[in-house]
């Protein structure tokens, strides 16, 4: 049985040319015509003459054009790194640059256009990790992921990896021919693996939502209801959203038979508010990042009107390999604490930069299975009696935002760079809507004129807009130290509601 | 209080709360700043549709609509009704 996923889309076009594949701003684009629309983008893709030789880069919204040219860049074997569109111009050169890629190109703008070159072009300046070590027959997806230094690291996934994930996933949410299932996330996040990926694959029909509309509540309640969605799978903000545009009309989802929230842990009071939204779905949490895609899952019993305090990730998913080690790398077994190691059958084999993996994927030995490499979470989890595992905090500096995993360390780093800063610190404090936003302490030069304009004004080009920090305390004392001199973040005091800091 | 000052008022409240508004340039771009995400759009909208009596439909906002307290004003401008007096 092919690994490509290609080849499983060819199938299905064969199969059921006439079932939708894709619903897009109101109309259904079907089997057979996204095929047509890959085979025409596969033919575009060839005529600008790529080299042989060096992944494509993509830039690239999400839009069925966008899908049909990754679809040909699979079906042509051509490696593509998919980044975010949200980072500056300059990373996004040094991305395709540090991939090696031999052009950035853009999918057709419509159904009149025409694949051709993106707007940004490779940065030669930056080192090319290409050919990686380990070859190149391996690699399909290229993502990335947000580093604690310097650029966004580059993940790559084997057509393998993809294929393991694809199949747990439909087989785990029922995804299957005819199943509906909605892609809220943009088109660069892991969570497309399973929204449009395994959805591809099986012969389901995947809801687009429009990128442009992902705060509009109104037009996800109708997309949801109107082409009656089997499977969600989101960050807690579209459920926050859900909520709150259906309140007065007290309108549910009973098409939904699958309910997934990820990326960020989801408010209670969301939470408690799924089973009226979705009264006939089951409702999981999954933990993940674009390293290992999917490792843990927790199915939640709503039933009783009762929310759990902490919000479990659960166990391992099918074939994953999830250790608890303590500080010294011992592993604690049964009930305690410690940072979460994985092995997941889908993980990538190491960061294109390899010089990256270090510390980060670690090399284990294991009973019976040999060595094995695992990935360090960060996070630290507590063991239950019973197996199941609850997040406890971090052992570094990333936090998530928007299901977008943010290094404040990357963000103090910037904010330093401004010749009259003196000394910066970035924490995470608590949002409804985005799970963790970022505020900054600044302590700057006296008499410089220094406020939270100068701020944002230096930031613009230097970080994503996720990355921006949403409050500043411009502050006339020296930060808080630990008792060796470090900055000590867990003495900074979250920002005030609403009133103008003093400082 | 005249309308730029108004707006300013209510960005920085709204936004950037650790700001007073003369502190607030009128042509820094709030979006790339990362004080207006998608979602501040929408308040922004409601707030101008609310305060200034303008209508607003989503298919009128293009990428660049919005991103500036001067354009903020500029669109105010050309959409709001005569005035009351």
Not at chain 1, 36 to 63: C, I, N, T, W, Y
Not at chain 1, 333 to 349: K, Y
Request: charged share 25%; with cysteine.
């Amino acid at each position: 049985m092919s690994e490509s996923l290609a080849d499983h889309f060819a199938q299905q076009a064969e199969r059921q040319p006439e079932a939708p594949a894709l619903i897009w701003d109101g109309r259904a684009i079907s089997y057979g015509e996204l095929q047509e629309m890959a085979s025409r983008a596969h033919a575009e893709l060839e005529a600008l003459g790529l080299p042989a030789d060096r992944p494509v880069g993509l830039q690239a919204r999400k839009s069925p054009e966008a899908i049909a040219l990754i679809l040909a860049c699979l079906k042509a074997q051509r490696p593509f790194l998919l980044p975010s569109i949200e980072l500056a111009p300059e990373t996004l050169a040094k991305l395709f640059g540090q991939a090696g890629a031999g052009q950035v190109v853009s999918p057709a703008d419509g159904p009149d256009g025409a694949v051709g070159p993106g707007e940004v072009a490779p940065d030669e300046a930056t080192e090319a990790q290409w050919p990686p070590a380990g070859g190149v027959g391996d690699i399909a997806f290229m993502l990335t992921t947000s580093g604690s230094t310097g650029l966004p690291k580059i993940v790559p996934l084997s057509p393998g990896a993809i294929h393991h994930f694809t199949d747990w996933a439909a087989s785990q949410f029922e995804i299957g021919p005819g199943t509906k299932v909605l892609n809220y996330a943009p088109l660069n996040f892991d969570l497309c693996l399973l929204d449009i990926w395994t959805t591809l694959k099986a012969g389901g029909c995947v809801v687009l939502v429009d990128q442009a509309k992902a705060t509009h509540g109104g037009y996800l309640a109708d997309l949801i209801a109107d082409n009656e969605v089997d499977v969600v799978q989101s960050v807690p903000m579209l459920y926050r959203l859900l909520i709150d545009a259906t309140r007065e009309s007290g309108g549910r989802f009973p098409s939904v038979k699958q309910v997934i929230t990820t990326g960020d842990k989801i408010p209670a009071t969301s939470l408690a508010q799924l089973p009226d939204l979705f009264p006939n779905a089951r409702v999981f949490n999954v933990y993940g990042c674009t390293e290992t895609n999917d490792s843990m899952m927790h199915e939640f019993d709503l039933s009783g009107g009762e929310v759990p305090a902490k919000v479990p990730i659960g166990h391992p998913l099918p074939d994953v390999d999830a250790r608890v080690e303590d500080e010294d790398g011992a592993p604690v077994e049964g009930a305690g604490t410690g940072e979460l190691l994985v092995w997941t059958p889908f993980q990538t084999r190491g960061y294109l930069d390899a010089a990256r993996n270090e510390g980060t994927f670690v090399s284990r030995a294991d009973d019976g299975q040999g060595e094995r490499t695992y990935y360090r979470t960060g996070d630290i989890v507590r063991r239950h009696e019973d197996g199941l595992l609850t997040l406890e905090g971090r052992t570094d500096f990333y936090v998530k935002g928007g299901g977008v995993r943010v290094s404040t360390q990357v963000v103090e780093q910037a904010i330093e760079e401004h010749p009259d800063v003196v000394e910066v610190a970035v924490i995470a404090v608590p949002d409804e809507m985005a799970g963790s936003k970022l505020h900054a302490v600044v302590l700057p030069q006296p008499d410089s004129g220094f406020n939270g304009m100068t701020v944002r004004k230096h930031l613009v080009g230097r970080l994503a807009r996720t990355e921006m920090p949403g409050s500043i305390q411009i502050v006339t004392e020296p930060l808080p130290k630990t008792s060796t001199g470090k900055i000590d973040r867990k003495k900074i005091a979250p920002p005030q509601d609403r009133s103008r800091v003093a400082g | 209080m005249d309308d730029t000052a108004k707006i300013k008022q209510f960005i920085v409240d709204e936004f950037m709360p650790d700001m007073s508004p003369d502190e607030l340039d009128s042509d820094f771009d709030l979006q790339t700043g990362g004080a207006v995400d998608s979602l501040g759009l929408l308040k922004l909208v409601a707030w101008m549709e609310s305060e200034f009596g303008v209508s607003v439909d989503e298919s009128e906002l293009g990428p660049d609509s919005l991103r500036t307290v001067d354009s903020i004003k500029a669109f105010i401008d050309e959409r709001r009704e005569p005035a009351n007096a």
